[in-house]
């Protein structure tokens, strides 16, 4: 079992930037590949990111290539997201997830919310125009 804990939500103004952390229990965390979720209500959510469980490899939504990095660090039992150049499209609750495995089958996965049977509770972030 794992539990996450998300945190470093707010509020921001456009261009702004956040840092979101999910702590994780468990002794084997780099067992666990990681991913960010994001959700406006009455939307369905939405992937945002990815991490192997060794942060070797990432994957990133079109939506924020180039603004948002993610990584993790495993002595910690924490996965980031640093959020830059934000947008007003941004604004949804940020959920960090866990996989069961330190790898992703294959591209069409790791933004597959079903690939996930660990989730946090969720963040609010919300972006001013």
């Known amino acids: 079992q794992v539990q996450l804990v998300e945190s470093g939500g707010g509020l921001e103004q456009a261009g702004g930037s956040l840092r979101l952390s999910c702590a994780a229990s468990?002794?084997?965390?780099?067992?666990?590949?990681m991913g960010w979720f994001r959700q406006v209500p009455g939307k369905e959510r939405e992937f945002v990111s990815a991490?192997?469980?060794?942060?070797?490899?990432?994957y990133y939504a079109d939506s924020v290539k180039g603004r948002f990095t993610i990584s993790r660090d495993n002595a910690k039992n924490t996965v980031y997201l640093q959020m830059n150049s934000l947008k007003p499209e941004d604004t949804a609750v940020y959920y960090c997830?866990?996989?069961?495995?330190?790898?992703?089958?294959?591209?069409?996965?790791?933004?597959?919310?079903?690939?996930?049977?660990?989730w946090g509770q969720g963040t609010q972030v919300t972006v001013s125009s």
């Open positions: 997830a866990a996989s069961y495995r330190p790898l992703f089958y294959s591209d069409s996965t790791y933004g597959n919310g079903s690939t996930y049977p660990y």
């Open positions: 468990g002794r084997t965390f780099s067992s666990n590949a």
């Open positions: 991490i192997t469980g060794s942060g070797r490899t990432r």
